[in-house]
């Protein structure tokens, strides 16, 4: 057979696949009204790990990898698991969604915003903002219904000017998104990398690529407001002796090409993000939820353990903790708090009430499903030891 017609049922085994995919998962949106009616919980990791192994077993058959096959699950579950939390959490109205975030077109933030309305059966209506106070600003004052905010990162860490902007906004925080971040380096067509002499970049990207810039001589590095406004700048450069620092699919809009990949100082490098708006959300208690607030504790010894043992005695699990300096008190600490619960709870309500007993003030930033989906595993087979 001619390497042509190789290629050519390749591609239609492709787009077999791809219908495939899409009607599980039309079955999946079914799944979610069914267990709406039903008031069940989305997941059930039992029957999602006899799935797993009967899969495996039929696989092996068919001359695949279990391995290959896991992997390959894994995906198809979490994508499945995360179009029910959408569909329980805003319905099946059709449309467009507004969406605020940092940076134009092809920039981090928009195509996790780009995510997060495709999710939700929605068309972007993205709005392009210069800084995260404009993302908020613009929900704010309605010009947009959400906003998306990076919050925080696995290379770099938090993003500070996040967390103070939520202190003093009134928005809630709704929802929240992984972006799995794989820095390119991005050039006009023909540029070699010993021609570089500038590379432009978000501080993030330059501070989680620092390593691998440090190794670079004779180049200069110069903050963007985004990716996006870095990978626009390179492309109305004249000189051909910039790069930009940013998404492989952001710098095709803009006719760029890639010259290094997984530049991150870690591998697994993904960035955390919110979504935040106007009004709270009403998680529906089938879905696993998260609710983030800030606390002062009074300035004496001990004060945070007594708050964290009021979580503890009401068995509720933390996820984060985050301390940030408390403008014009010197050495008193804000704690920002990341717990697994409904705000909606008994447990919740009790807990918060003896947190305002103990604390100097508790704000509430909001309540939204915990988008951290955990993997399904196979059981392991026992082995039989003959004697």
């Known amino acids: 057979m001619e390497l042509q017609a190789i290629r ?12 495939c995919l899409a009607k599980r998962r039309s079955l999946a949106l079914n799944v979610a009204r069914n267990k709406a009616l039903s008031q069940g919980h989305v997941r059930d990791t039992g029957r999602e790990a006899e799935l797993l192994m009967k899969l495996m077993e039929e696989g092996r058959e068919l001359g695949l990898d279990p391995g290959y096959l896991t992997r390959l699950y894994h995906i198809i579950i979490e994508d499945s698991v995360l179009t029910q939390h959408a569909w329980l959490q805003q319905g099946d109205e059709r449309g467009q969604l507004a969406i605020a975030h940092l940076g134009m077109p092809g920039s981090y ?22 800084t995260f106070q404009a993302v908020v600003a613009a929900v704010e004052d309605g010009k947009t219904a959400l906003g998306v905010l990076p919050i925080e990162n696995t290379s770099s860490g938090s993003i500070n000017e996040v967390y103070d902007l939520l202190r003093h906004t009134h928005l809630h925080i709704v929802g929240e998104a992984y972006l799995s971040v794989d820095h390119h380096l991005l050039v006009k067509p023909g540029v070699s990398l010993n021609q570089l002499k500038t590379i432009y970049g978000h501080p993030q990207a330059l501070t989680q690529c620092s390593s691998f810039l440090h190794h670079l001589e004779g180049v200069t590095l110069k903050a963007s407001a985004s990716s996006a406004h870095a990978m626009q700048e390179v492309a109305e450069l004249a000189e051909t002796t910039a790069a930009a620092i940013g998404p492989q699919s952001g710098g095709a809009l803009y006719e760029l090409v890639t010259i290094a990949d997984n530049m991150a100082n870690q591998k697994e490098n993904h960035t955390r993000f919110i979504v935040v708006s106007r009004d709270p959300l009403r998680v529906p208690s089938q879905l696993p939820a998260k609710t983030s607030l800030i606390m002062a504790t009074h300035n004496q010894p001990g004060s945070l353990v007594d708050a964290l043992m009021v ?12 301390s940030r300096p408390m403008p014009g008190n010197p050495w008193e600490e804000l704690f920002y708090v990341d717990v697994l619960i409904n705000s909606a ?3 919740w ?27 399904t595993h196979a059981p392991i087979p026992e082995m039989k030891i003959e004697t």
């Open 8 to 19: 050519e049922q390749i591609e239609a085994l492709d787009q077999e696949l791809l219908q």
């Open 109 to 130: 933030s928009h195509l996790t915003a780009q995510s997060y309305a495709s999710r939700r059966n929605c068309a972007l209506q993205g709005l392009s903002c210069e």
């Open 311 to 322: 979580l503890r005695s009401h068995e509720i699990n933390m996820a984060k903790l985050e």
């Open 345 to 347: 709870s008994a447990q």
């Open 349 to 375: 309500l009790a807990a918060l009430k003896e947190l305002n007993a103990i604390t100097r003030f508790v704000k509430v930033l909001g309540c939204y499903p915990d988008e951290r989906i955990k993997a």
